[in-house]
């Protein structure tokens, strides 16, 4: 039982940048993993990446590689997902999910879902 809120979603042009943030509470001793997930209008839900809660080893779709990066704050049970050089195909609702699997990557592996940031990138 882990309560997720996301934050941070806006407007930006192509090429710009943007920080999302994703507050856990509640049992997060039980995470193995904290992911991000984005869902475009008509489309299926992606994978964007995950963070290992005891390692923080990282995981990403190629799609983003190179340009995302998702980092932990154990202060604040935060993690947040750093977009750079965002892309009109990047615009989708942004979901933060935990999972009790380390190495979950799958949406049907994530116990827990946040209610969603809207990023939307114009050209």
């Known amino acids: 039982q882990v309560q997720l809120v996301e934050s941070g979603g806006g407007l930006v042009q192509a090429g710009g940048l943007l920080r999302l943030s994703c507050e856990a509470s509640g049992r997060t001793f039980n995470l193995g993993a904290l992911g991000w997930f984005r869902q475009a209008p008509g489309k299926e839900r992606e994978f964007v990446g995950t963070?290992?809660?005891?390692?923080?080893?990282?995981v990403y779709a190629d799609s983003v590689k190179g340009r995302f990066t998702i980092s932990r704050d154990n202060a604040k049970s935060t993690i947040y997902l750093q977009m750079n050089s965002l892309k009109p195909e990047d615009t989708a609702t942004y979901y933060c999910?935990?999972?009790?699997?380390?190495?979950?990557?799958?949406?049907?592996?994530?116990?827990?879902w946040g209610q969603g940031t809207q990023v939307t990138v114009s050209s």
């Open positions: 999910a935990g999972s009790t699997n380390f190495d979950a990557r799958a949406t049907h592996d994530f116990q827990s």
């Open positions: 963070i290992r809660w005891r390692t923080s080893r990282t």
